[in-house]
Nanobody, 115 residues
Framework: QVQLVESGGGLVQAGGSLRLSCAAS????????MGWYRQAPGKQRDLVAR???????DYADSVKGRFTISRDNANDTLYLQMNSLKPEDTAVYYC?????????WGQGTQVTVSS
């Protein structure tokens, strides 16, 4: 069983940076691909970044060049480094496998970017 807990969100001004963490109760090495998702109020939950067990990454066009996803399998932790943040990045951020497993969804962590 795997339980995922997100942390690191907060309020930041446009152009600032945040580093999100996703701690897993089980080994994320057993999950081929992990990702970060985000959901703004009234909108769909979308995948913004993913990383495989071998380190292969992919990003949504909206965050490419600004966000970096990484995973530490030894410590069962997933990270999202977010730089040059924009108000459009405001959302609740979640981690999960890719494709997502429904019962893995945690509470997420709120990221608010002000202008």
């Amino acid at each position: 069983q795997v339980q995922l807990v997100e942390s690191g969100g907060g309020l930041v001004q446009a152009g600032g940076s945040l580093r999100l963490s996703c701690a897993a109760s089980g080994s994320i090495d057993s999950i081929n691909t992990m990702g970060w998702y985000r959901q703004a109020p009234g909108k769909q939950r979308d995948l913004v970044a993913r990383v495989s067990t071998r380190g292969t990454t992919d990003y949504a066009d909206s965050v490419k060049g600004r966000f970096t996803i990484s995973r530490d399998n030894a410590n069962d932790t997933l990270y999202l480094q977010m730089n040059s943040l924009k108000p459009e990045d405001t959302a609740v951020y979640y981690c999960n496998s890719v494709p997502a497993i429904r019962y893995y969804w945690g509470q997420g962590t709120q990221v608010t970017v002000s202008s």
